[in-house]
């Protein structure tokens, strides 16, 4: 009986993985992926001395296909003894060959005569500036030899901020944002406010302003890129300790949807998309005390690869080093990742000793295990962050119409591990958290299964990795 009994439990278990099998054929193609790796071969200073500043806040490289030049803009200081009044503060510019090495070409703009937070973009032949000022913002553009061209005034609201602003160049246009909210929000660093967003032309005309609707979020030092006839809004959720998110909203600002990129990450300044990859450079650790990490993701914003930029040692309660205001710089397979960096002091609060730095990487690609990718019928489902860490993970689906729903989690061997959700759902998008960490998983590889009332069914594989 034993014997007979151990027979029917590997048979039932040799259904289960056939079973699996099955619905993997069904539900997915196999294609090659492709692995992307960044590998540091040089690390720079910004020394500003031709232009007469002390220090570097704000650096922004952009390249000059035109000059074959490397152009740095930047906050700077001209003595030690100033503090961090923007008014001791002047906007400064330096030139490097394709090589990063110095000119000795540099310069400060004329205007602004201040400095401060600034947000800087690039058309390839104009350089556009946004910066606080009486009343709201000034946006100004300067031709490439950094001589003023034009510059208009743009109104903010009450509870408009003029710090923390956006400045993009992307889809032919130019997008501006600033902090909007309340009384209540504006004085709470950490509650949730929305963006309000300008659209002007590249000539400074406007063309659009709107205040985007969704789900809530703080907008600290964000990032914005039009892709695939979409609108990517890269944001912290809060001031400090956040997460890092995608908002994604159509051409004319419809909210689409959310998606979680990391755990742990603010001031996402640095984004671009280039060949079906997202680059992302942002900061990590609490806000004033951290470093500075890019992120590599595919056209769906499935994470590829992370890499740290900085490693400074974060101490509370003593004084130590912060990296933040990451920007990046993409000329063919090489990466440029500039930031500052700057003491604090036991309360965390940043001194005025800032330096700029700029680690290059050089990016590779090559093809990896074969990997599955999804049909994108409905419900399409996907899971945020993926491989499982052990860290509260998000599992994204749509409905077309209401429908009975089976979420269920089930091991290699078609064991069901999990119930996650049976219920009747009206018409919409869904997200479920997964905390794997009450399931006692080990590592190794499961699946989800989501199946509706109607029979439809979505399989795909997870990976526990802890």
Not at 83 to 90: A, E, K, V
Not at 109 to 115: H, I, M, N
Not at 251 to 268: A, I, M, P, R, V
Not at 349 to 369: H, L
Request: charged share 15%; hydrophobic share 35%.
């Amino acid at each position: 009986m034993k014997r007979i009994f151990a027979l029917k439990t590997r048979m039932s278990t040799y259904i289960r993985v056939l079973f699996f099998g099955v619905v993997l054929l069904c539900s997915a193609v196999v294609t090659q992926a492709q692995a992307v790796r960044l590998t540091k071969f040089a690390e720079y200073t910004i020394n500003p001395a031709a232009s007469g500043h002390k220090t570097v806040s704000f650096p922004r490289v952009f390249y000059h296909e035109g000059r074959q030049k490397i152009y740095t803009l930047y906050t700077g200081i001209k003595t030690t003894s100033t503090g961090r009044s923007p008014q001791d503060q002047s906007i400064g510019w330096l030139e490097y060959d394709s090589t990063f090495t110095p000119t000795g070409k540099a310069g400060v703009l004329a205007e602004p005569t201040t400095g401060g937070d600034i947000a800087v973009a690039f058309d390839g032949a104009s350089y556009y500036l946004l910066i606080g000022g009486p009343g709201g913002y000034v946006l100004y553009k300067y031709a490439d030899d950094f001589s003023l061209t034009q510059k208009v005034t743009i109104r903010l609201n009450t509870f408009d901020t003029q710090n923390d602003q956006l400045l993009n160049y992307t889809g032919g246009k130019l997008y501006c944002a600033a902090l909007t909210g309340d009384a209540a929000s504006m004085m709470n660093p950490n509650a949730p406010v929305g963006q309000r967003w300008f659209v002007y032309s590249t000539n400074l005309v406007q063309e659009r302003d709107t205040i985007m609707r969704g789900e809530s979020y703080i907008a600290t030092g964000g990032s914005i890129i039009f892709a695939d006839k979409t609108l990517h809004v890269v944001t912290a959720d809060k001031f400090s300790g956040s997460s890092l998110y995608v908002y994604q909203y159509s051409e004319s600002f419809q909210y689409l949807g959310k998606k979680q990129l990391t755990t742990d990450g603010q001031w996402s300044q640095g984004l671009l998309y280039d060949s079906g990859y997202y680059y992302v450079a942002y900061h990590t650790g609490g806000h004033g005390a951290g470093n500075v990490a890019v992120g590599v993701f595919d056209k769906n914003w499935v994470n590829i690869t992370t890499q740290a930029v900085s490693n400074y040692t974060s101490s509370p309660g003593k004084a130590g080093f912060n990296a933040q205001r990451p920007w990046l710089m993409k000329r063919g397979n090489r990466l440029y990742v500039a930031y500052d960096v700057a003491s604090y002091n036991e309360t965390i609060q940043e001194n005025p000793d800032w330096q700029g730095k700029v680690v290059a990487y050089t990016i590779t690609t090559s093809p990896t295990d074969i990997r599955t990718e999804w049909f994108s019928s409905e419900p399409n489902m996907q899971v945020f962050p993926h491989p499982l860490t052990g860290n509260p993970a998000t599992v994204h689906f749509t409905l077309s119409k209401p429908e009975r729903i089976s979420l269920k989690l089930f091991n290699a061997l078609g064991q069901e591990m999990s119930q996650i959700l049976d219920e009747t759902l009206p018409a919409g998008k869904y997200e479920k958290s997964l905390d794997i960490g009450n399931w006692s998983l080990v590592n190794g590889a499961y699946f989800l299964q989501l199946q509706t009332n109607d029979q439809k069914l979505q399989t795909i594989p997870l990976q526990v990795i802890r």
